[in-house]
């Protein structure tokens, strides 16, 4: 059975502060994501990952980095928090590029910033 | 434009009723694949069925079926026999060929509410 694990599901953190995400999958994906869902507006795609250290801006990339540096592993980093960051953060995992290879998806983060 | 249209943000359906959840996309590739999310209040997204544009049947997955129809660009889901644990959000996706790492493109949603 996949499994994707976020650090935490709920966080509260100030403006300004330094903010990691953590996501780990265990079943040696390639492919891995982060997202910001946010009402209206669906998911958003931030940053993804298709290999060790290789990364790809998506859709919303600023204020954000990633980092990659084991395979089953993807850390979203917020350098310096702002309210606006407040969001529900999902991590997912693919296994390939092609075909019908649905996303697999971790509960989600809920990042407060005050 | 947007990639993934969803146009009910909310829905209504009774118990043991049928309901379909609109999706239109806009793509100009020739492959692509369509999927439907379940997202219930607990937050985790739950992938529900999946459709690629060469395939000439629609999808089906017990309860879920998916009404492809590719020269409308709609990918509707159809929902049988609702059961109040049916209420969730409903997100449609799409991938486009040649995007890198299977990168999905989501709609905004739409909220199913089964009313006993």
């Known amino acids: 059975d996949v499994k994707v694990t976020q650090s935490s599901r709920y966080l509260v953190k100030r403006t300004g502060e330094k903010v990691f995400l953590e996501c780990v999958q265990d079943?040696?994906?390639?492919?891995m994501f982060w997202y910001r869902q946010d009402p209206g507006l669906g998911l958003r795609l931030i940053y993804f990952?298709?290999?060790?250290?290789?990364?790809e801006k998506g859709d919303i990339p600023e204020g954000y980095s990633v980092s990659r540096e084991k395979k089953e592993r993807f850390s979203l980093i917020l350098e310096s928090a702002s309210t606006n960051q407040t969001s529900m953060y999902l991590c997912?995992?693919?296994?390939?590029?092609?075909?019908?290879?649905?996303?697999?998806f971790g509960p989600g983060t809920r990042l407060t910033v005050t | 434009a947007q990639k993934i249209t969803q146009t009910q943000p909310g829905m209504f359906v009774q118990e043991k009723e049928a309901v379909t959840l609109d999706c239109t996309y806009d793509?100009?590739?020739?492959?692509?694949?369509l999927f439907w999310y379940k997202q219930p209040s607990s937050g985790e997204m739950i992938f529900l069925i999946y459709?690629?544009?060469?395939?000439?049947q629609n999808a089906t997955e017990g309860r879920y079926s998916l009404n492809f129809q590719k020269a409308r660009k709609s990918a509707n889901l159809v929902i049988s026999a609702s059961q109040l644990g049916d209420s969730a959000m409903y997100f449609c996706?799409?991938?486009?060929?040649?995007?890198?790492?299977?990168?999905?493109?989501f709609g905004t949603g739409t909220r199913l509410t089964v009313i006993p």
């Open positions: 997912a995992s693919s296994p390939t590029t092609s075909g019908g290879s649905e996303q697999y």
């Open positions: 079943m040696d994906h390639e492919n």
């Open positions: 990952s298709y290999d060790v250290k290789m990364k």
């Open positions: 793509t100009s590739d020739q492959s692509y694949g």
């Open positions: 459709q690629g544009s060469y395939d000439e």
């Open positions: 996706a799409m991938r486009e060929k040649g995007t890198g790492a299977n990168n999905l493109f």
